[in-house]
């Protein structure tokens, strides 16, 4: 079961559903290229998970691109990570299908994202939106990973597929490593900016912040971000009585590397007036060098498509020999 490195292997994917935005960078993305030289690395981008709600057709062919180009500028150097499409290594798609007959009805039906999309895509609640999280299982157990780095929000995912995976292995032996999720403990779940108790989302784009957005408009958005109500005015880390000022200070340590305390001893004595721009310029800083550097890979094509053609092609060969191995356990007759 090991890798050839004996180096431990990450793994992680985004949706190209929507353009990249704060939440996905501060929580997750920004993490990853400092794992780059400790694991065996796989980042891809979760272009099968997007059509469990409707895509217009070359909109999404556009995004997966600019994602690509994102994860690139973020600082995944293709040459120390394998950096791939979802949809461009099958065996994604095939290990899902035999974990789709491993995964309980009653398991599915309790993910929250699941009962969340649903109530939102009321005229579309398919299968696929249904049975996503064996899909997501498949994606890591494809590589036998031993961590995932994601955001709050896809522990319950994770966990999922370890309890799929176990199920599998008390049937069949030691076929697949469990996974553990890896969430960073500042970032690991930004709120909306114009509505805090919801998380930051491209479904809310007011309350969210884009990767690629102009720089006068990511202030305006600051500028504008619901603080709270009390009487108090200050800047105080407290997530239930102040969540919109708690999530700006999340930010603000996340975009800087602080902790929270460091944060409210920067702004002590400070208001609202002077907090809220100085979290806005902190994250237009961050995001100057990733939007100018996407702008110039997507100007390359050709390099983008060897990048993810590369990529394709070191991915399958691992996912295949995972496959080729489930396979036999469940009893296919070799081709
Ligand atoms: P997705 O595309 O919704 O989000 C990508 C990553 O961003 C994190 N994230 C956030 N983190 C902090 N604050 C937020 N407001 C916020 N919003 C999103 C997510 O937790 C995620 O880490 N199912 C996954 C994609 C996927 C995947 C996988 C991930 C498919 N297969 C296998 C890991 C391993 C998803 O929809 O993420």
């Known amino acids: 079961m090991e890798n050839e490195t004996q180096k431990k292997v990450m793994l992680s994917g985004i949706q190209p ?3 990249l935005h704060l939440g996905n960078y501060l929580g997750p993305l920004q993490h990853w290229p400092a794992m780059i030289e400790a694991y065996d690395c796989y980042f891809f981008l979760a272009d099968l998970h997007t059509i469990t709600v409707r895509q217009d057709p070359a909109v999404l062919r556009r995004r997966t691109l600019n994602l690509l180009a ?8 293709p040459e120390k990570c394998v950096l791939f499409v979802q949809s461009h290594v099958p065996a ?24 969340d999309k649903s109530a939102r895509n009321a005229d579309n609640i398919n299968a696929g939106l249904f049975t996503y ?78 990767l690629l ?8 958005k600051f500028k504008r971000a619901v603080t709270d109500s009390d009487n108090e005015r200050c800047v105080r880390y407290a997530p239930r009585e102040k969540p919109g000022v708690s ?9 800087t590397g602080n902790t929270y305390e460091d944060v409210e001893r920067e702004f002590d004595g ?15 800083e961050i995001l100057r060098p990733i939007r100018e550097e996407t702008e110039r890979l997507l100007a390359d094509k050709a390099y983008l498509e060897s990048v993810y053609r590369a990529g394709a092609e070191r991915a399958a060969a691992v996912a295949n020999k995972t496959l080729r191995k489930v396979y036999k356990k469940v009893g296919f007759l070799a081709p």
């Open 17 to 19: 559903s929507g353009e």
């Open 70 to 77: 994102s994860y690139i500028a973020c600082g995944l150097d």
């Open 92 to 115: 994604h798609s095939q290990l899902a299908w035999v974990l789709d007959c491993y995964t309980m009805f009653g398991e599915l039906s309790r993910m929250t994202q699941f009962k």
């Open 133 to 210: 999280p064996a899909l997501m299982a498949a994606d890591i157990l494809l590589y036998q990973a031993d961590f995932v780095p994601v955001g709050e929000d896809q522990k319950q995912h994770v966990e999922i597929c370890r309890d799929v995976a176990s199920r599998f292995n008390n049937i069949y032996g030691e076929i697949f490593k469990l996974p553990e999720p890896y969430i960073a403990k500042v970032g690991a779940r930004i709120m909306s900016l114009s509505a805090p108790e919801s998380k930051m989302s491209k479904s809310m784009p007011e309350g969210c912040v884009f």
């Open 213 to 220: 957005e102009k720089p006068e408009d990511i202030l305006r």
């Open 247 to 255: 999530n700006l200070i999340q930010i603000y340590a996340a975009a």
């Open 270 to 284: 400070k208001g609202y007036g002077v907090f809220k721009p100085a979290v806005g310029e902190a994250v237009v």
